[in-house]
């Protein structure tokens, strides 16, 4: 027979939320102004729904709390963030297999609309500082921060782990873990030393540290239309089309040079169809501004009428990290484009997206979670 598991007993030095010092110190918390945050992640706090998911649960929990809104169907006429909407970084098969890191987990965050603050404390000297301001931060309710850390620092079964920090109780230094793995462990309070520490711990699987994101909801949200995906490729293999691009277009003489250099990059670029009557409006307005755009001839002679949308996006898009010359002749049609609130909006979070292909660290990441 299959052997099968039914919770864990929490190690010692940990205070189970539901018990009757675990209620107490929600109380103190409580008046003292630590748990501010806590009742938007309350609202949308769920079990992950596969045993490796445990990033993907913390995340939906997250852009649920911060009312990022998805742009996306869910279930029926509803747009809600759940797992299997997390998937522009890497696939749900991959992350079932061997969970997210820290920076993959990162970089979903960017690509659904969130801004994010990416902390290792091997790499800051003033950790504990950082750390605890980053508590009071999401106690306030100004944001949400998610923990990447090593369960067997803290005593706990098993390895690399996320959770949403659902509190702080700073007169006893001390955090509420709500713990996405509900099966396993309930929420509960630990000391943020003890997490600080567990936070410091190599992960395996890229050689480096784990540590905290704090999440705030971007400014115009998730895009309506033009998103990138790794389908067919993966998110290394489209972080290095980047880089060449981005490397040889320092030898690109004008914008129908660079546009030649962009055009394989748009397999990597889906145009999503929404799915409201004021968003198809939006989505056709902003493609229509970015058809009359002045060079746009010029793209669509470069590269065909079928990939000059997605080219002439992805230039303007990418017009801070291009060399002088080609900056000198896309700020015009960057203007042009702001002009239209829709394409902006855009153009905007493309960005964020494609910053987040290059934060993604280009290590082997083939440990397989162990969800024990």
Same mark, same amino acid.
């Given at each position: ?7 864990? /007993? ?11 010092? @675990?209620?107490?110190?929600?109380? $103190? ?25 445990? @990033? ?26 759940? =797992? ?5 970084? #890497? ?24 801004? #994010? ?26 944001? +949400? ?34 713990? #996405?793995?509900?099966?396993?462990? /309930? /929420? ?55 880089? =060449? ?44 501004? *970015? ?8 793209? +669509? ?17 990418? +017009? ?5 010359? *080609?900056?000198? $002749? ?17 153009? +905007? ?18 440990? /397989?979670?162990?969800?024990?």
């Amino acid at each position: 027979m299959m052997a099968t598991l039914y919770r864990r /007993p929490l190690p010692a030095g940990t205070i189970t939320f539901a018990s009757a010092a @675990g209620r107490q110190l929600f109380g $103190e918390a409580l008046a003292g102004g630590g748990m501010d945050g806590y009742f938007r992640l309350a609202e949308q706090f769920h079990t992950q729904a596969e045993p490796a998911f445990c @990033g993907l649960g913390s995340l939906v929990v997250a852009l649920n709390a911060l009312a990022i809104d998805p742009g996306r169907l869910w279930k029926g006429p509803w747009r809600w963030f759940a =797992e299997e909407l997390l998937d522009c970084c #890497v696939s749900l098969d991959e992350v079932r297999r061997r969970g997210v890191d820290l920076d993959e987990l990162a970089c979903l965050a960017r690509c659904n609309g969130a801004e #994010v603050d990416l902390h290792r404390p091997a790499m800051e000297p003033d950790d504990a500082s950082t750390w605890r301001q980053a508590l009071l931060t999401a106690a306030r309710g100004e944001a +949400v921060v998610i923990a990447s850390y090593d369960r067997a620092a803290l005593a706990q079964s098993g390895g690399g782990h996320f959770s949403p920090i659902g509190g702080y109780h700073a007169a006893r230094d001390l955090v509420l873990v709500l713990d #996405v793995a509900r099966f396993k462990y /309930p /929420p509960h309070w630990l000391p943020a030393e003890s997490l600080l520490r567990a936070m410091h711990a190599i992960d395996p699987a890229t050689g480096r540290a784990r540590g905290w994101m704090v999440l705030r909801p971007r400014a115009h949200g998730v895009s309506l239309g033009f998103t990138l995906s790794c389908e067919g490729t993966g998110w290394e293999r489209l972080a290095a089309r980047l880089a =060449e691009v981005l490397a040889q277009a320092e030898d690109a003489a004008d914008l129908s040079a660079l546009a030649g250099l962009i055009a394989p990059l748009t397999e990597n670029l889906l145009l999503k169809h929404p799915v409201t009557t004021a968003h198809q409006t939006a989505l056709a307005g902003a493609r229509a501004a *970015l058809q009359g755009l002045s060079a746009y001839p010029r793209v +669509v002679e470069a590269v065909g009428a079928a990939r000059a949308e997605a080219v002439t996006i992805l230039a303007l898009a990418l +017009v801070e990290r291009l060399p002088a010359r *080609l900056v000198a $002749e896309l700020t015009p049609l960057a203007d042009e484009a702001a002009q239209d609130n829709t394409l902006s909006a855009e153009l +905007v979070n493309l960005r964020a997206q494609l910053e987040a292909v290059t934060a993604v660290a280009r290590v082997p990441r083939c440990r /397989p979670h162990d969800p024990r």
